[in-house]
Nanobody, 121 residues
Framework: QVQLVESGGGLVQPGGSLRLSCAAS????????MAWHRQAPGLQRELVAA???????NYADSVKGRFTISRDNAKNTVHLQMNSLKPEDTAVYLC???????????????WGQGTQVTVSS
């Protein structure tokens, strides 16, 4: 089994910063992609940022230049540094990983429980 533990959400004023972290543990052979998604009330879940095992990154247009995703492969951890936060960034942020539990396993996806980010004055 694989567990994802997220941390770092909270309430911040517009223009402020937050850093989210997600640590994966359990039966893990290799993690291919680590990503953050978000879901606001009444809206579809959207990809915020993703990073592959070789360090390639992908960002939603709405967060480019403000958010930075990074990962620590030795600790199976992914971070999302969020700067210049806006009220429209308010959402539940969910960690997602695609990994192989063993070298012969197929690729599987796992989701964290989510952490609330609220941007408000």
């Amino acid at each position: 089994q694989v567990q994802l533990v997220e941390s770092g959400g909270g309430l911040v004023q517009p223009g402020g910063s937050l850093r989210l972290s997600c640590a994966a543990s359990g039966s893990i052979f290799s993690i291919i992609t680590m990503a953050w998604h978000r879901q606001a009330p009444g809206l579809q879940r959207e990809l915020v940022a993703a990073i592959t095992s070789d360090g390639s990154t992908n960002y939603a247009d709405s967060v480019k230049g403000r958010f930075t995703i990074s990962r620590d492969n030795a600790k199976n951890t992914v971070h999302l540094q969020m700067n210049s936060l806006k009220p429209e960034d308010t959402a539940v942020y969910l960690c997602n990983v695609e990994l192989k539990m063993f070298y012969w396993s197929r690729l599987q996806g796992y989701w964290g429980q989510g952490t609330q980010v609220t941007v408000s004055s």
